[in-house]
């Protein structure tokens, strides 16, 4: 059984930045490409970024590149999202997500985190 659980989240000023983490449990995670949705308020859920299984291919949504990197580190099973410059239509809850293949896409993920709520305030 594969568990994701996001920590890092919060309430922070436009501008600010945020780190947010997911610790995953259960089969191999190196074998696992991870990525990072979130969903605003009264939106869909959205694609944000997404690493490889090795971490050496990433991809991210037009609305953040350039602004948000995803990382991982397979030896404490963490994948991390560093989100600088941070605006209020970041302001969503951010899930960690996981999916059985190695390289990243904006679908096609297998399992998911609860969540954690990022709130940027203006």
């Known amino acids: 059984q594969v568990q994701l659980v996001e920590s890092g989240g919060g309430l922070v000023q436009a501008g600010g930045s945020l780190r947010l983490s997911c610790v995953y449990s259960?089969?191999?995670?190196?074998?696992?490409?991870m990525g990072w949705f979130r969903q605003g308020p009264g939106k869909e859920r959205e694609f944000v970024a997404a690493?490889?299984?090795?971490?050496?291919?990433?991809t991210y949504a037009d609305s953040v590149k350039g602004r948000f990197t995803i990382s991982r580190d397979n030896a404490k099973r963490t994948v991390y999202l560093q989100m600088n410059s941070l605006n209020t239509e970041d302001t969503s809850v951010y899930y960690c997500?996981?999916?059985?293949?190695?390289?990243?896409?904006?679908?096609?993920?297998?399992?998911w985190g609860q969540g954690t709520q990022v709130t940027v305030s203006s």
């Open positions: 997500a996981a999916k059985g293949t190695p390289l990243p896409s904006a679908r096609g993920y297998d399992y």
């Open positions: 259960g089969r191999t995670f190196s074998s696992y490409a």
């Open positions: 690493i490889s299984w090795s971490g050496g291919t990433t």
